[in-house]
């Protein structure tokens, strides 16, 4: 794709998103609505446009939204338990905690989909990402129980890997 | 039934809050602590923004979509927010909790960063000083 | 949903933002205030939830419609407490905002 092209993708994409926004917030048709959205859009369009995540035509391909469907309920449930696990160790009365900061490799390489890994991994189980460096993930984990690499990486970042990859890459 | 299943969720998001906010202050370092409130308060408020949104259903279309949208932005915003705090805590030299903690894998990396803004910051004031 | 649950849920909030301050006024370390301005900016937007159900009075000409301006509020809210947490990140950093 040459780069002409890519970057009027990517203006569009942002065109587009942000006039959604607008009318989704909005909730009323109206020709004077719809043009001050435009007139909006076209504004932020002008000034980041060039900074929005391309490769946006993917967007377009159903199977990657049967993925993030099926991704939706399986982190909604890893959250869930995260959240009752930590609230059970901030009630408990000796605060049961091993904490430390670890370090994983991920196998994802774009850039969107590694901040999704990212904020997966905030809101699981007692960890939270302090630093992406390249593929080295730096992550705070609240209950440390095992010294072995290979389980780490299974544990923190192998629950999410196969699914993120499937819809970002 | 739409009303029971919302009222049930905005009592169990304002436990998550409530218990967030106890982890805040129990909690013995800034990376526990924030682990600990940004997962449950951000549930929670979720929640509570989710069930808001299903009071909006049939009648309120327009208070529906803005519950849902604020509840996505949350989820998206909130855990940034969170990594930011603790990679600005870690950097400006605040150590974890010596009792506690077990491990810690950032100390090369860390000193890596500081030295590359010391390097920027000095070659902004460089660049200063030449304009003048 | 019944006058009482809100007025339960808005003590329980403001427990909780107790709680918070307690964290800003006494935290050892500038970070720890960072993290509780934070939370407390989350918890806000519960707040704007429970303004939204909040009965209005029986005589008043919008009587049994939902304040759904506070959604919008609570947008405002959750984008500018993520754009003030990001600036008190990057001052912790010390770092400077034009590189």
């Known amino acids: 794709m040459s780069v002409k092209s890519d970057r009027f993708g990517r203006a569009a994409a942002c065109f587009v998103a942000i006039l959604a926004l607008w009318m989704l917030l909005f909730w009323r048709f109206h020709w004077s609505v719809i043009l001050t959205g435009v007139f909006f859009a076209a504004i932020i369009t002008a000034t980041i446009g060039s900074r929005f995540p391309a490769g946006i035509a993917k967007v377009l391909n159903p199977l990657r939204w049967f993925y993030a469907a099926i991704y939706l309920p399986y982190f909604l449930y890893y959250c869930i338990r995260a959240n009752l696990d930590v609230a059970v160790r901030v009630i408990h009365p000796d605060v049961p905690i091993r904490p430390g900061i670890v370090k994983v490799r991920t196998n994802l390489t774009g850039e969107l989909a590694k901040a999704f890994l990212a904020n997966s991994i905030t809101l699981t189980p007692g960890t939270l990402t302090i630093d992406i460096d390249g593929q080295d993930l730096y992550v705070h984990w609240i209950n440390i129980h095992t010294d072995d690499q290979e389980k780490r990486c299974a544990e923190i970042v192998g629950r999410f890997e196969p699914l993120l990859r499937r819809i970002f890459e | ?132 | 949903m019944s006058v009482t649950f809100l007025q339960v849920a808005m003590g329980v909030l403001i427990f909780g933002s107790l709680l918070c301050l307690d964290r800003i006024g006494r935290g050892p370390t500038a970070p720890d205030r960072t993290v509780a301005i934070d939370i407390l900016g989350t918890l806000m937007v519960g707040f704007c939830c429970v303004m939204t159900l909040w009965p209005q009075t029986t005589d008043s000409p919008t009587a049994g419609v939902y304040r759904d301006y506070y959604m919008t509020v609570a947008i405002a809210w959750t984008l500018t407490s993520f754009v003030g947490t990001l600036a008190l990140a990057k001052y912790l950093e010390g770092r400077c905002y034009d590189a």
């Not at chain 2, 967030?20 to 940004?38: E, F, H, K, M, W």
């Open chain 2, 1 to 132: 039934m739409l009303e029971t299943i919302a009222c049930w969720l905005f009592g169990i998001g304002l436990a998550f809050d409530v218990l967030g906010c106890i982890g805040l202050v129990r909690l013995p370092d800034v990376y526990n602590r924030a682990q600990a409130s940004t997962k449950c308060v951000t549930l929670g408020t979720a929640m509570l923004l989710v069930a808001t949104a299903l009071f909006g259903v049939g009648g309120n279309w327009a208070m529906f979509v803005k519950a849902i949208i604020c509840a996505l932005f949350l989820l998206l915003t909130s855990p940034v927010g969170a990594h930011a705090i603790c990679r600005g805590a870690y950097i400006s030299g605040v150590p974890l909790a010596r009792e506690v903690s077990v491990e810690d894998a950032f100390v090369d990396r860390a000193r890596t960063i500081r030295a590359e803004h010391r390097k920027q910051a000095a070659d902004i004031q460089e660049a200063e000083r030449e304009k003048t």
